[in-house]
């Protein structure tokens, strides 16, 4: 699972971002070709940030299709399918782009308890 990986850079953006706060959910936008699975993703940051201030933070995870530019009939749609065709023309002769990006979107910060 390649999430453990991209989950280090994550949780490494989101401590920084917190700065010792405790945090309780994570907003991250990925490309489709990154090929994540929501609950793949979450238990790889869990494991990640295990023994940190987002340790019990939810993952919700947003993804982002790729452009597909046909170079039969000059049609440019998206699709959440990364060996994308041409949903205009049915043309496997396309361009595909974008779709690649790890963004850190949010993160909400625990509420701490009134005594």
């Known amino acids: 699972m390649h999430e453990f990986g991209l ?3 994550v949780v490494d953006a989101v401590l920084r971002r917190a700065d010792g ?3 309780s959910a994570v907003v991250v936008r990925a490309g489709v070709r990154q090929r994540l699975q929501p609950e793949s993703m979450q238990l790889a940051f869990s494991t990640v940030a295990a023994g940190t201030p987002a340790a ?3 993952v919700s995870l947003e993804t982002v299709p790729v452009e ?3 170079r039969t ?3 440019h749609t998206t699709s959440l399918d990364p060996l994308a065709t041409c949903t205009v023309c049915g043309s496997g002769d396309v361009d595909v782009t974008g779709g690649d990006e790890l963004t850190l979107v949010s993160l ?3 509420q701490s308890a009134r005594t």
Do not use: F, S
């Open 7 to 9: 989950c280090e850079g």
């Open 21 to 23: 706060r405790p945090v």
């Open 56 to 58: 019990d933070a939810t």
């Open 68 to 70: 597909v530019q046909c």
């Open 73 to 75: 009939c000059g049609g």
């Open 108 to 110: 909400t910060l625990r």
